[in-house]
């Protein structure tokens, strides 16, 4: 019998497992990709220039110090986020506006203090200790910054925000939700920033994936099932054991369960989870948060004074960034296509994907029909709700008025099960950060309570 059996090999299942083996507990993984790193997946270009991130890509050396350890520990090498040029700001079809990075766009005068004042009341607001009200739990973020007085450009820059932070509409989350992800990622404009103070300041030259590999390799590769689904998961007061697709039972003292809380309804487990426990996660959502990344021979955009900064209102992208990293001659932009444009685009089949993403690039960079913009050397179009073992990203949201009524149970053990993920983190939810911060409390959970009973072996 092993003392902790980790559902899930990503970053917070495998921090949980390399902490659990640390403490001297024997610990095995089960996942069912044939690879770990979830929604970490680096994958190596064709033309042998570096590798293409469908998933998640930016890091911050002082501000995620998890994350950062093992950069240095396995000797990564990163980039540093390119901020130089011009910005585009696209607010319908047909029109759009330049503006130099890191300033807001030349909207009236009206309209930049509004959104000066709903920005910093988000920005106060979030670094509030403690959870919000209850009151904001029941309304929309829309609706939020609407009875701020919101003026219409600023309520859909808003909307912009919950796009490309959650994959979701400003409709679709609580302005308690929200404010309270701003509050564990260190305020709404460190997660904003494309610089030292924010989340999107750096990058890996070979790829994010790495640092799973890298966990991995600790925890011992003998250690990992990979290729094995969880089907069941079955408390039996002494131990849990768990069933996997094929047939194939672990019995251990202790799980963590490391899969997106809005998928256990998708296991078998009994008994079942308590009714508010299996409220909350039933009632939390994945965001539509998508990826198109354009590779091209050069960075020709560079040349004509934009830094491949976009943001969009029209979509389908609603806003995309610069990934390359020009020392393996990687040239790429990277297309967020979250939210409503995204479930829309999801829908159409591969080529259509890349042909809008394509033409949208060349209209917002105002390239002509014989400009680089139409000869990428790869595409690559990631809709993480397609992933049978993700179903979207970047993580669960809950249910309007749910943040708040769950609070005391969200993410607490019940009886020999444990559960991590980015969801559950205090610091840097959402980020590779707070998977690893989530899966360090799960091993500390597992081996208080192992230590309070000792094994009868
Ligand atoms: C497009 C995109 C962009 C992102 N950008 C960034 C970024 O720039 N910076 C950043 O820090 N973070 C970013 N993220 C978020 C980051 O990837 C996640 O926060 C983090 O990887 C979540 O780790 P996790 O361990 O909580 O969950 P997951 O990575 O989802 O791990 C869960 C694991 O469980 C496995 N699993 C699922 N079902 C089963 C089952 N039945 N049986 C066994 N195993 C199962 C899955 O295969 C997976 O390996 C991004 C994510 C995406 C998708």
């Known amino acids: 019998m092993l003392d902790v059996l980790v559902i899930g090999a990503g970053f917070s299942g495998l921090q949980a497992a390399y902490s659990a083996q640390q403490a001297g507990l024997s610990t095995a993984v089960v996942e069912a990709r044939d690879r770990v790193g979830g929604k970490i997946w680096s994958v190596p270009l064709a033309s042998g220039r570096g590798y293409a991130e469908l998933g998640g890509a930016w890091i ?19 980039v540093t986020q390119r901020l130089e040029g011009t910005a585009v700001m696209q607010e319908t079809q047909d029109s759009r506006l330049e503006f130099p990075f890191g300033v807001s766009p030349d909207w009236s005068e009206a309209e930049k203090n509004n959104l000066a004042y709903i920005r910093d009341h988000i920005q106060a607001e979030s670094l509030k200790p403690g959870l919000p009200s209850a009151q904001d739990d029941n309304v929309s973020l829309d609706q939020y910054v609407r009875n701020l ?12 925000w919950a796009r490309v932070m959650h994959g979701v509409e400003s409709t679709e989350e609580s302005a308690a939700w929200f ?16 610089d030292s103070t924010g989340g999107q300041y750096m990058r890996f030259k070979d790829g994010a994936q790495s640092i799973a590999e890298g966990i991995a390799r600790l925890v011992g590769a003998q250690n990992i099932h990979l290729g094995s689904p969880v089907a069941s998961v079955n408390e039996h007061g ?3 054991s768990v069933v996997t697709r094929d047939g194939r039972t672990f019995n251990a003292r202790k799980c963590i369960l490391s899969i997106p809380s809005t998928m256990y309804k998708e296991l ?25 990344i354009v590779c091209y021979d050069r960075p020709w955009w560079r040349s004509e ?29 990277t297309c967020f296509v979250n939210g409503q444009p995204g479930r829309d685009w ?7 994907r890349r042909a809008v993403v394509i033409k949208q690039i060349a209209k917002i960079f105002k390239a002509d029909a014989n400009s680089e913009a139409f000869r990428p050397i790869e595409v690559f179009d990631q809709v993480w709700k397609h992933e049978e073992f993700s179903r979207g990203a970047l993580a669960p949201i809950h249910a309007l008025g749910h943040l708040t009524k769950y609070a005391s149970v969200y993410g ?35 081996v208080e309570a192992v230590k309070k009973v000792p094994s009868k072996l």
Not at 346 to 352: R, W, Y
């Open 149 to 160: 007085g919101a003026l219409p450009k600023v309520a859909n820059m808003v909307n912009l």
């Open 412 to 446: 607490k053990p019940v009886g020999n099960l444990h559960f991590v993920g980015t969801e559950y983190s205090t610091e840097w939810k959402g980020y590779m950060e707070g998977a690893l911060c989530s899966g360090e409390r799960g091993a500390r959970e597992v």
């Open 346 to 352: 999801s829908k159409l089949c591969p080529h259509e």
């Open 60 to 78: 911050n050396n002082s501000l995620q110090p998890r994350v950062w350890k093992y950069v240095e520990r396995f000797g990564l090498e990163v």
């Open 238 to 240: 002494s131990h849990v």
């Open 179 to 194: 404010i309270d992800y701003c509050c564990r990622n260190k305020g709404l404009l460190a997660i904003r920033a494309d």
């Open 268 to 292: 078998s487990i009994t008994p079942g989870l308590p009714q508010p426990v299996q409220e909350v996660t039933d009632g939390t959502v994945l965001g539509d948060y998508n990826k198109a």
């Open 305 to 333: 004074g934009f830094n491949g900064y976009f943001a969009s209102y029209a979509g389908p992208v609603i806003l995309a960034r610069d990934t390359s990293v020009d020392e393996r001659n990687h040239f790429s932009l």
